[in-house]
Antibody, heavy 119, light 110 residues
Framework: QVQLQESGPGLVKPSETLSLTCTVSGYSISNAYYWGWIRQPPGKGLEWIGNIYHSGSTYYNPSLKSRVTISVDTSKNQFSLKLSSVTAADTAVYYCAREESSSRWYLYWGQGTLVTVSS | QSALTQPASVSGSPGQSITISCTGTSSDVGGYKYVSWYQQYPGKAPKLMIYDVSNRPSGVSNRFSGSKSGNTASLTISGLQAEDEADYYC??????????FGGGTKLTVL
């Protein structure tokens, strides 16, 4: 059974960089699939952040592209998200998920982690 | 990329059928057979209900069905049950090889 678990600081100061890691169990990232990040501000809808293939190929949401970096560490079976120059608008629950197809649908999700941007 | 347009809320009585629409453009919904639907309960991760417009993952009730016409996709839930009360989100692949979500629809079972 594929399982994903997000980890990282729950509080980040404005203008700093948000860093999260998704640890995958039950499947080797190096085998295949794209791996994605999705976020959800409190009380609001879902927003796709971007994804990464095991080879390192990435796609990003154009509205976040200048601030986002997604990387993969196959040796640790993890992939990571960095979002720079954060503001309060980046406060959200951040989910990692496995993309099952090139048509970009997600069957396996992490439980999500709340990141608050505040001084 | 702009979010897909969904009604903010829909409601129905147990046993009835409801339909949630999801409107995009020819660069996303209208251009590909790659629309997905997710169900989300408060405080929980989204659950995939439909993928590639009309396909159900294993374990999802056949009361859930999806379709698409032009730039608008639809999720229909038949035989409405109390447990269907949740938020529903559509998503679509885009011409930029990215993904865009709808704003979400709150389903209330009366």
């Amino acid at each position: 059974q594929v399982q994903l678990q997000e980890s990282g600081p729950g509080l980040v100061k404005p203008s700093e960089t948000l860093s999260l890691t998704c640890t995958v169990s039950g499947y080797s990232i190096s085998n295949a699939y794209y791996w994605g990040w999705i976020r959800q501000p409190p009380g609001k809808g879902l927003e796709w952040i971007g994804n990464i293939y095991h080879s390192g190929s990435t796609y990003y949401n154009p509205s976040l592209k200048s601030r986002v970096t997604i990387s993969v560490d196959t040796s640790k079976n993890q992939f990571s998200l960095k979002l720079s120059s954060v503001t309060a608008a980046d406060t959200a629950v951040y989910y990692c998920a496995r993309e099952e197809s090139s048509s970009r649908w997600y069957l396996y999700w992490g439980q999500g982690t709340l990141v608050t941007v505040s001084s | 990329q702009s979010a897909l347009t969904q009604p903010a809320s829909v409601s129905g009585s147990p046993g009835q059928s409801i339909t949630i629409s999801c409107t995009g453009t020819s660069s996303d919904v209208g251009g590909y057979k790659y629309v997905s639907w997710y169900q989300q309960y408060p405080g929980k991760a989204p659950k995939l209900m439909i993928y590639d417009v009309s396909n159900r993952p294993s374990g999802v009730s056949n009361r859930f069905s999806g379709s698409k016409s032009g730039n608008t996709a639809s999720l229909t839930i038949s035989g409405l049950q109390a447990e269907d009360e949740a938020d529903y989100y559509c998503s679509s692949y885009t011409s930029s090889s990215t993904l865009v979500f709808g704003g979400g629809t709150k389903l209330t079972v009366l």
